[in-house]
């Protein structure tokens, strides 16, 4: 059960789910339990629903409903577009930022190809120019939107448009941007795109790839052919429709002033730790980031013992990607943005959703400023000069 002490700014790495969505949820676990494959009335409400739900998705993101594929999770989205990409691209290396999600980099790591990984500029995004000069000879291309640690977004419609030069296939990992800020899978000219529901108040255990109509596409998973032969295994229809009606409201969202509210509580609590706590910094491009997120670093204090102590306080927030939670390595991602590794171990991500509220936002960020205060007199200030990683 949810505690309602908890000020949750930890979106990042899920998000609630709306009443909504559990409302369209319900009927389908304890309702109509029928296979959608199957012919009879009950079934064929079943596969209407998925169908709705396929449409849902596909607006949220300005694509067509046939080019939407329900999966089991954002990983498995990344996983089944890129095994598709490595079996029809030629022998050319995979190229891949130094900042992808764990799905993508452990990806490319297991094939037998080689990887050109694209390393990126001190405020977080992809250095174009090195992109461009790794084109030739590649096979394929992943690069992701938004960045789940930092926020930064990628300038990802130049990206394509230097890949499509070079006649390169590209899928981008946009788990952590859809439901955050618009994004249209037809303008950016992508051929491949993952998503994930609980990143958007949808329920977990159930994602979507966009598939570019005309793609050549090899399915990961064989069986039934469900999802139109490309993810086979019955399909999980409470989840899906629980994605469409957290697809619809995300829509709705990004046209109102919901998107407008969480940046001024992120910048709020933002701001109150850059003025009022010393050491303060912070991580990645201020300008180009989602509305949503926060990464700081406070010098003199290891994260570890601030998540600790922010736990204690009723602030749940995390040092990094939540993939990677208890692994005492330093994020890759600041290491790739030139962030030296004790800073790195310094760094807490803060991410804000609509369930949040301005007095939580400023409440949290007073009980960050006491746990900073608190843990440096434990472990002495050992401040010396601090340096903010932004433009």
């Not at 900042?99 to 790591?109: K, T, W």
């Not at 499509?164 to 981008?172: A, D, W, Y």
């Not at 697809?247 to 109102?256: C, P, V």
């Not at 959703?353 to 746990?371: F, P």
Request: hydrophobic letters at 40%.
């Amino acid at each position: 059960m949810e505690n309602n002490l908890v000020i949750d700014l930890d979106a990042n790495a899920t998000t609630a789910m709306l009443p909504e969505v559990v409302d369209a949820m319900l009927p389908w676990l304890a309702g109509n339990h029928a296979n959608p494959s199957s012919s009879y009335k009950t079934a064929r409400l079943a596969r209407n629903a998925i169908n709705d739900s396929r449409a849902q998705v596909a607006e949220l993101i300005g694509a067509s409903p046939e080019e939407i594929v329900f999966t089991g999770s954002g990983t498995e989205s990344v996983n089944t577009a890129l095994y598709s990409l490595d079996k029809l691209a030629g022998e050319g290396a995979i190229l891949v930022s130094t900042i992808e999600h764990s799905a993508v980099l452990r990806f490319a790591e297991s094939r037998k190809r080689r990887v050109k990984y694209i390393p990126v500029h001190a405020d977080g995004i992809i250095d174009l120019d090195s992109f461009r000069e790794n084109c030739d000879g590649a096979g394929y291309v992943s690069l992701m939107l938004a960045n789940n640690e930092t926020g930064v977004i990628q300038p990802l419609s130049a990206a394509v448009e230097i890949a499509k030069k070079h006649s390169l296939p590209i899928h981008t990992d946009a788990i952590q941007a859809v439901g955050k800020i618009p994004v249209n899978a037809k303008d950016l000219g992508i051929d491949m795109l993952s998503i994930s529901a609980h990143k958007f108040h949808g329920p977990k255990g159930i994602g979507a790839i966009y598939i570019r109509n005309g793609l050549d596409f090899t399915a990961m998973i064989h069986g039934g052919g469900q999802e139109i032969n490309r993810r086979s295994g019955t399909e999980n229809t409470a989840a899906i429709v629980a994605m469409g009606a957290a697809a619809q409201l995300a829509k709705e969202s990004l046209e109102s002033a919901i998107p407008g509210r969480i940046k001024l509580m992120r910048d709020s609590f933002e701001n109150f730790l850059l003025e009022h706590v010393s050491g303060c910094g912070r991580n990645g491009n201020a300008d180009f980031r989602l509305p949503n997120t926060s990464h700081l670093s406070f010098a003199g204090c290891d994260s570890a013992g601030l998540l600790i102590l922010l736990d204690e306080s009723g602030v749940a927030c995390s040092a990094g990607s939540a993939c990677m939670s208890g692994k005492q390595k330093p994020s890759h991602v600041q290491l790739a943005m030139g962030i030296p590794e004790k800073s790195a171990k310094t760094s807490l991500r803060f991410s804000f959703s609509r369930i949040n509220s301005l007095d939580q936002a400023m409440e949290a960020a007073g009980k960050v400023k006491m746990a900073v205060e608190k843990l440096r007199s434990v472990q002495g200030s050992g401040l010396g000069p601090v340096v903010v990683y932004t433009d």
